[in-house]
């Protein structure tokens, strides 16, 4: 096995002596013919840990020889391969887990020093010598079981659904959140964005004062922190401490898309210059360390380096930097296209878009195979194109690029994901979407995961994509997934944000803003710098959209002019930006 497939902490280690094996047929066939588990590592090339790991346990001699001589070892690069991470990942990284011939967890968990790992693994190879047949069994139950959840009955929606899940998240929300020092929950402590930006849309609406300052406390917090980088900009992944004042050191380009996202969003609703400022120095630290200016791309993450992070940025510039995964991540890039869309209608920066559609253009030329939809792209070769995170971003970012341009060829390849995403990822008989394609048969035999955050975008996506285009194969499937979590949502506590915004959407519709005749884009421009939560702005060009303008009856003399609808209800028409503004403003305070 070639140990150039595999990736190791920088620093010296003996890791490479153990006789790894990529994740695939041979090594369960190789398990299976000698009658041996699986020891399967996931690790990621920003972790701390697992770059210790590297250097001691997986450098100890004792270890080295028991896990060569009793194990099938199998190492997992996280963010290679997502499926597999979903699916055995223990609660963190590095993950450790011993799995049977067929693929089936036998025992795991995170970190592990070099004593404790020898322990684990001779305990649980000693079980698996004395119990196969009962572990075999067990396998079996654990398949009927299965088979039998999927025949659920399910109940016709709650009118009042969204009020509901509205209220248990609210609870949710007040019962975890740190009222010292903001954020939600106690230590380690993360940034999440898709509960932030649900209390961004909420104080949009209501100008609640115990709303903003639970948001105000958090973003401040985070800002002043030690988990926000205020040398050079950027976030670190997480705080290990409640207060966010010791960062675990990596920066990962998926968060900080995300944060620049939340944090100008937080600018557009409150008009604090603060997070203006944090959201541009963070996009000014992705750009200067995380982007590719030949390929016009984004890299995965930066290391974790605690040394190098303590310094001030004078003495950082004598220093070697954190080592760069140049890998590109569909879905991490897809998100940082939507942020540098927003960026540019907030910060008036035109650079920011050219830079959101030279990334959008080289995902959609490099990472997209007609009927397979998107993969991940390393080695200079895609890889994988049976994740739906990947298309599900990509279906966001598309529609950004035809929201924010008006170029219809993103609108195109949005309807194109949409497709690829009911016909290789729904599951007809629970009526949600799974997580993958199972690559091979020991992913087949376990059970499909669906994710509630995927699910729910899906949901807003094709709510959307039915606003535009009236298809009630979208219309049909989205009510269907809201029905299937609507059983599930409670299993969700603080992360079930996404799936109130897909219920917004579906039961109330998207505010859905048609532009006819605007030639300088003005007025459009105008509208993204407000923040009125799910609205979509479709710019008409009097020319290439001439037969949508005529078949939408709108007024081809009087230009240029706006028309607002949601759902089914649609308001008169107006005629400048002032006129548009005033009403989406009366609308935003209704709705949510």
């Known amino acids: 096995m070639s140990k150039q497939m595999f990736r190791f902490s920088p620093r010296p280690n003996k890791a490479n002596r153990i006789k790894w094996y990529q994740w695939g047929e041979e090594a369960f066939n190789k398990a299976k013919e000698q009658d041996k588990p699986l020891l399967l590592s996931i690790s990621a090339v920003w972790c701390h840990w697992c770059h210790v790991m590297d250097e001691t346990s997986y450098s100890d001699d004792r270890n080295i020889e028991f896990i060569n001589e009793k194990l099938i070892p199998v190492r997992v690069d996280s963010d290679q391969n997502p499926d597999i991470n979903e699916r055995y990942n223990m609660g963190g990284w590095p993950t450790t887990v011993v799995l049977t011939p067929e693929g089936r967890i036998l025992n795991g968990g995170t970190y592990m020093p070099p004593e404790e790992l020898y322990d684990f693994l001779s305990k649980t190879v000693d079980y698996y010598n004395k119990h196969k047949l009962a572990v075999k069994n067990t396998e079996k139950i654990g398949k009927i079981k299965s088979k039998r959840e999927v025949r659920r009955i399910y109940r016709p929606l709650s009118r009042n659904l969204l009020e509901v899940v509205k209220r248990y998240l609210d609870d949710n929300i007040r019962s975890n959140y740190d009222k010292l020092y903001g954020g939600f929950g106690l230590a380690p402590k993360f940034p999440y964005a898709d509960v932030l930006n649900y209390l961004i849309d909420k104080y949009a609406k209501s100008k609640d004062d115990d709303v903003f300052h639970m948001l105000g406390k958090t973003l401040d917090n985070m800002a002043d922190g030690g988990i926000y980088d205020s040398e050079e900009g950027g976030f670190f992944r997480y705080s290990t401490t409640r207060d966010w004042s010791l960062p675990h050191y990596e920066k990962m380009l998926e968060d900080n898309a995300m944060l620049v996202d939340t944090y100008l969003r937080a600018y557009q609703v409150t008009g604090i210059l603060k997070y203006r400022e944090v959201a541009y120095k963070t996009i000014s630290y992705m750009l200067q360390e995380l982007y590719d200016d030949e390929r016009s791309v984004f890299y995965g993450s930066q290391d974790a380096d605690e040394e190098f992070y303590k310094l001030r940025l004078e003495q950082r510039k004598a220093k070697k930097r954190p080592a760069i995964d140049k890998n590109v991540y569909t879905s991490w890039n897809a998100k940082a296209v939507s942020a540098f869309f927003r960026a540019w209608a907030v910060l008036d920066e035109d650079k920011y878009r050219d830079i959101a559609l030279n990334a959008l253009n080289f995902l959609n030329e490099k990472c997209f195979k007609e009927g397979e939809g998107y993969c991940r792209y390393y080695d200079e070769s895609p890889h994988n194109f049976n994740i739906l995170s990947e298309q599900v971003y990509m279906s966001i970012a598309n529609i950004d690029g035809f ?19 009911y016909n290789k990822f729904y599951d007809s008989e629970e009526n949600a979407f799974n997580e993958d394609v199972p690559r091979d048969e020991v992913l087949k035999a376990l059970d499909n995961i669906k994710d509630m955050s995927n699910n729910s975008l899906i949901v807003w996506f094709y709510t959307l994509l039915n606003t535009l285009k009236d298809n009630e194969k979208y219309k049909r499937t989205a009510k269907e997934v809201v029905k299937y979590f609507s059983e599930r949502y409670t299993d969700y506590g603080l992360f079930s944000s996404p799936y109130v915004k897909a219920l917004m959407a579906y039961t ?47 007024d081809e003399i009087r230009l240029p002019a706006a028309y607002v609808c949601i759902g089914t209800k649609c308001m008169n028409p107006v005629y400048n930006s002032k006129q548009l503004m005033e009403m989406l403003k009366a609308i935003s305070e209704l709705y949510l």
């Not at 006819?516 to 959209?545: C, H, R, S, W």
């Open 403 to 421: 929201q924010y341009t008006g170029d219809r060829r993103y609108l195109k390849r949005a309807e194109e994901i949409a497709d690829i995403i």
């Open 508 to 554: 109330e519709g998207i505010i859905h803003v048609s532009i006819v005749g605007d030639e300088t884009g003005e007025i459009a421009k105008n509208v993204f710098k407000m923040y009125v939560p799910n609205t979509f702005v479709e710019q008409l060009d009097l020319k290439k959209d001439a037969d949508i303008i005529k078949n939408r009856g709108y």
